[in-house]
């Protein structure tokens, strides 16, 4: 493994590196013994069932009628099996081979949320907030012992979804950021709430960054910050748009930095745009500028979600840094491809002063004389960051 893609791994994109800087408790957890005890206890005694839904034509919106139902708390292994159930549903005819899930959770091990996040990232998979009633269960909320049993007795059901009542809540939250395109019924709630113990600023530090990836405006995670951890409250409509928690349109997150280990020193941007035909799926893209021991100059780091057309026959990439042009096509993963390089600090300033990024795209090779698209990461704010960022990068070339 080269020098450069040890530090994309380290600084953003890799789920296992990233969650190693998860404290191991919730970030629920409570300084007291007692406490903790009790909260651990209401996850084990209501773990997350997964389930493939089958309801009446339009059941889950227009021409669906299959979706995944995540029902209970973020117990430790959800994550697990949700990745052996989806390996389970690739194996079936899905309906336009979009996965849907949808959520009804009070929350639980954040850590668990997070992997789950990444997990429906990887899967391109839409998500959203409701319940999942199958038949030979009663409406009631939550579901009762009975109706839970029948739930976890097989994979497929017969089902309804309702949204009243519906609730996405504490670590939940974090899950669902995760998918490529969110929606929140209007009938549905999402809660949030702080979290407790002694390295919570670590575990929302962490989040921050985490959410950004996923192109969700950390504004969210103070916002979390503010509610008393025995409390709850609801995010409006404006503040899910705001945050960019609902995929409802273009959406662009403030620039975040990350400081990780001693250092190491990272700068990140998302910007959500619609994909697909319709418009109707949503496609993330995340630049980075980092500095590490690992490697000790400025390096760029460009991130794309890929749509399952790109992926076949995927784009090619320019970059565009004050006067500088740079080849971004590179051979993409299974959902997504990334590049990094080194770039100097004249680079970095033509780029601020003209006011950002700018990523050319075209996706049909045979028509690169027209114009391509150009995605423009705004470079507003970032000046008050790059003193910090040139800083580490000198510090660390001077030990190299």
């Known amino acids: 493994m080269t020098r450069t893609s040890i530090l994309v791994m380290a600084a953003i994109f890799v789920m296992a590196a990233a969650l190693s800087w998860m404290p191991a408790i919730s970030i629920a957890a409570s300084d007291d013994p007692k406490e903790l005890e009790r909260l651990l206890a209401k996850v084990r005694s209501d773990p997350m ?15 669906c009628t299959e979706w995944i139902a995540a029902e ?47 997990i429906l990232r990887e899967n391109r998979m839409s998500a959203g907030v409701a319940r999942t009633v199958p038949e030979g269960c009663n409406l009631g909320s939550p579901p009762t012992e009975a109706c839970r049993r029948l739930m976890g007795s097989k994979r497929e059901h017969k089902a309804r979804l309702y949204f009243g009542a519906a609730r996405c809540a504490s670590a939940c939250v974090y899950a669902m950021v995760g998918a490529s395109t969110r929606h929140v019924d209007p ?9 407790m113990g002694q390295e919570i600023d670590k575990t929302e530090n962490f989040l921050r960054r985490y959410v950004v990836t996923m192109g969700v405006d950390p504004a969210l995670v103070d916002a979390a910050a503010k509610i008393p951890f025995r409390s709850f409250r609801g995010l409006s409509r404006g503040e899910m748009e705001q945050f960019g928690f609902e995929t409802r349109g273009a959406h662009e997150t403030p620039w975040f930095a990350y400081h990780g280990p001693p250092e190491e020193f990272l700068l990140l941007k998302s910007i959500t745009l619609a994909a697909g035909a319709a418009g109707d799926e949503f ?26 057309k790109e992926s076949r026959s995927p784009p090619m990439l320019r970059a565009k840094l004050g006067d500088s042009l740079i080849d971004l096509t590179m051979d993409p993963n299974k959902d997504s491809f ?3 390089f080194d770039i100097e600090p004249r680079q970095l300033h033509g780029a601020i002063e003209s006011g950002g990024f700018e990523i050319a795209e075209t996706l049909d090779r045979a028509a690169i004389k027209m114009a391509p698209p150009v995605v423009k990461f705004s470079t507003s704010g970032l000046w008050a960051e790059i003193a910090a960022l040139e800083k580490c990068a000198s510090r660390n070339n001077s030990h190299d």
């Open 49 to 63: 069932i997964f389930m493939f839904a089958t309801g009446e034509p339009n059941a889950c919106g227009r021409g």
């Open 72 to 118: 209970g708390e973020f117990d430790d292994g959800a994550a697990q099996r949700l990745r052996e159930f989806l390996s389970g549903v690739e194996n079936r005819k899905v309906e336009n081979r979009k996965l849907l899930i949808f959520f009804n959770s009070d929350g639980g091990l954040v850590s668990q949320a997070v992997q789950i996040g990444w």
């Open 283 to 308: 496609r993330t893209r995340t630049v980075g500028l980092a500095c590490g021991p690992l490697h000790p100059r400025i390096r760029f780091i460009y991130r794309q979600e890929l749509t399952t």
């Open 187 to 195: 009938a549905a709630n999402v809660r949030i709430h702080s979290g």
């Open 338 to 340: 990334e590049k990094s």
